[in-house]
């Protein structure tokens, strides 16, 4: 599917972003996957200061189970996951 590309300036390859996930271990490899592209994305689109497009990549996240804390540059699968939670 096309969306393959180099890593970004930023950062070197792969995670330009700066987010993590405390529990990727648990987190399927596909959906690692598509959330690094889409938090690729946003964090482009950010340093273009399109918020817009930020925005909706972020609710593209949420639709996923996926919620994003910005202040901490980290994300979490929430739906779906066992228990836990602090």
């Known amino acids: ?15 330009g972003h700066g987010y993590t996930n405390d529990d990727i271990a648990r987190v399927p490899a596909d959906i690692a996957a598509r959330v690094e592209s889409i938090m690729t994305e946003r ?7 399109d918020f817009d497009t930020a925005d909706r990549l972020r609710d593209d996240l949420k ?7 910005d202040k901490e540059k980290t994300w979490k699968l929430g739906s779906g996951g066992g228990g836990g939670g602090g």
Do not use: D, H
């Open 1 to 15: 599917g096309g969306l393959g590309g180099g890593g970004g300036g930023y950062g070197g390859g792969g995670g």
């Open 63 to 69: 639709a996923m189970g996926v919620i994003v804390f």
């Open 43 to 49: 964090f482009n689109a950010k340093m273009r200061r």
